[in-house]
């Protein structure tokens, strides 16, 4: 399979606070990863990780610190530049889309749903007509498409502002559509039917997606590959099997904070990872989950994990996960958890 | 079981350019004590205007149209703002998801809860706040009451604005929305804690969700709100397994659907 985009070691610095107080906030601190053409490539971590510079960076939105991002095979660093256009400038950015989380701030207030979806046409310089808005319109689910063609974004709901959005990234059709948190401000019925429709047009548009989220649950239902992040570092990486056999124990910690819609879960205890993720200027040594993980030891405070090949298609950043695991994996996750829960 | 709060057949508008939007119509549902309630529906349905109507905080063009709240036999809707200021973090106490906005930037944890004391006319026991912070599993609590708001982690602060909420023996706990938007491992923390709380103390609780998880992981009894009604009531095993509305049985299977990949978790 092709890879689309290849991120290589890439490092993003923020600054903030007055100027003789400036404080670096590495949002992104060298993340490598592949997205394959025809997968879902799923970046997940929380807040503060890094997932949404990431996308943003994948976007050519954000331009990097350090490190080399290829799209299409093509070195695409200097393409962040403004003003700088060619032939192959304006193909990588009309196959790579985006669409944001939150449909309200995404679309502009001003403009019908017609200017919003004409748009990236006239960008590109593309003929258009009546007919390719309308397929777009009927393509995301909005029908009849004269009923919506004529509308403000703030006559329509949440989720059909999400599907304007993603009609809007479809129009050039992308090779490419960078999903950034697409369900996450939408009420649960309506994740449901926008998952649905994502899973859609994926085949009938031969897309790949770069899914940033969350939603751990929502994710497992339509993810290939997996990257997890925590504190601007990838901690491990693998294709959907990392939900059975997740090894790093952020992710382990992670999958089991999800509160399940079971009767038992009322009786259940609730776990939780102890401790607060660290704050964007902490510098933590060594690995940035050691505070709160059981296994930490003086190697974990001292030096930083590499991204490592564990298995077939698994990487994980993590000093102690192998000599744990060897007596099963079983045993191993559960002894993680174990000590977990006599922490708290 | 006594009766902590009873709404009979409230129905609140919203005064919209001139037009009455009606966002609860008709709802009676009653709170045992020490009973946790769990009210879940999606934007709109009408669950927060619930807790808004309770604490007293509708928005200027809120209009109550009819009904009553009875809190141990008082009419809420009724009270007069000195009544309600005496109410409202003595007898009632609301939580919401993003405790650092709602706790005072420039005063220290120490004399935040000195006010909350002092506007009810109770003389601050600082002993008492220790005990609670320890309770809470505050660690250090004499340095947390020494810190301003800024200085708390994201979990510690939520502790604390717990913690005011509970110092005055409240007997009625509300938590809107506390866990909407948080990360997955932050909303597993304040979801573990309030089950604390209602191990830990005696209060009736209602919990403001859009979220079935949350809300069956934590609460004795589940309304479901559509569109200002209450269109379901029932245990969680109820709500899950048996639900008696169409919506409720939509919201329960798309949910199922969605977690379906992760329904067998269970370490």
């Known amino acids: 399979m092709d890879v689309l985009i290849e991120v290589n070691n890439v490092r993003k610095v923020y600054y903030i606070g007055s100027l003789l107080n400036r404080k670096p906030v590495k949002a992104v601190d060298g993340v490598s990863l592949k997205v394959e053409e025809g997968r879902t490539h799923c970046i997940v971590g929380e807040s503060g990780s890094g997932k949404s510079t990431l996308a943003r960076i994948m976007a050519l939105i954000e331009e990097p610190t350090a490190g080399s991002l290829k799209v299409f095979g093509v070195d695409s660093t200097k393409y962040f530049r403004r003003g700088l256009s060619s032939d192959l400038h304006n193909f990588i950015r009309k196959n790579i889309q985006i669409v944001f989380q939150d449909p309200y701030s995404s679309l502009n207030p001003r403009k019908k749903i017609r200017d919003i979806l004409t748009k990236p046409f006239k960008v590109h310089k593309i003929n258009y007509n009546e007919y390719d808005l309308r397929k777009l319109l009927i393509d995301v689910g909005l029908e009849p498409p004269e009923d919506y063609l004529d509308k403000y974004p703030h006559q329509l709901s949440g989720g059909e502002r999400q599907r304007v959005a993603i009609a809007r990234a479809l129009a050039l059709l992308p090779k490419v559509i960078i999903l950034d948190e697409p369900t996450a401000a939408l009420d649960m019925s309506i994740k449901a039917q926008i998952l649905d429709l994502l899973v859609k047009l994926k085949k009938q548009y031969n897309l790949t997606y770069v899914l940033i989220s969350h939603e751990v649950p929502i994710l497992t239902n339509i993810c290939d590959d997996v990257t997890v992040m925590y504190y601007g570092k990838v901690v491990e990486s693998s294709d959907c099997r990392i939900f059975k056999t997740p090894l790093h124990p952020y992710t382990i910690g992670l999958l089991n904070s999800v509160l399940i819609p079971n009767p038992e879960s009322r009786t259940r205890s609730i776990f939780a990872i102890p401790g607060d993720p660290p704050s964007s200027t902490s510098i933590v040594s060594g690995c940035a989950f050691n505070p709160r993980c059981p296994l930490s030891s003086e190697v974990c405070v001292k030096c930083e994990p590499e991204l490592r090949d564990v298995g077939v298609n698994h990487k994980v950043a993590c000093h102690k996960c192998d000599q744990h695991v060897i007596g099963g994996y079983e045993e191993y996750r559960d002894s993680i958890m174990r000590m977990w829960r006599e922490m708290m | ?267």
């Open chain 2, 1 to 267: 079981m006594k009766p902590l709060l009873e709404v009979r057949e409230l129905t609140v508008a919203y005064r919209v350019k001139g037009v009455m939007k009606y966002a609860v119509k008709d709802v009676s549902f009653t709170l045992n004590e020490d009973e946790v309630l769990a009210i879940v529906g999606e934007s709109g349905s009408g669950k927060s205007t619930i807790a808004l109507s309770i604490v007293g905080a509708l928005p200027e063009n809120a209009v109550v149209v009819r009904g009553k709240i009875l809190f141990r036999g008082i009419d809420l809707l009724k009270l007069r703002p000195n009544e309600r200021r005496y109410i409202n973090g003595k007898e009632i106490s609301i939580i919401f998801q993003d405790p650092i906005t709602h706790l005072n930037p420039l005063r220290k944890v120490r004399l935040i809860f000195k006010d909350l004391f002092e506007d009810h006319g109770v003389e601050f026991n600082i002993q008492g706040v220790l005990e609670l912070l320890r309770k809470l599993k505050v660690p250090d609590p004499q340095r947390v009451l020494e810190s301003y708001p800024f200085q708390l982690s994201g979990g510690m602060a939520q502790r604390v604005f717990i913690a005011l909420a509970l110092v005055l023996n409240p007997k009625l706990l509300i938590a809107d929305e506390p866990t909407s938007a948080l990360d997955l491992t932050i909303q597993a923390q304040v979801v573990r804690l309030l089950r604390e709380v209602r191990e830990n103390f005696r209060v009736g609780m209602i919990m403001i969700t859009h979220d079935i998880g949350v809300a069956t992981s934590i609460a004795d009894r589940i309304l479901v709100m559509y569109d200002g009604e209450l269109v379901e009531e029932g245990s969680p095993d109820d709500v899950l397994l048996r639900p008696k509305s169409r919506y409720t049985a939509s919201l329960v299977s798309s949910t199922k659907a969605l977690y379906k990949g992760v329904m067998s978790w269970t370490y």
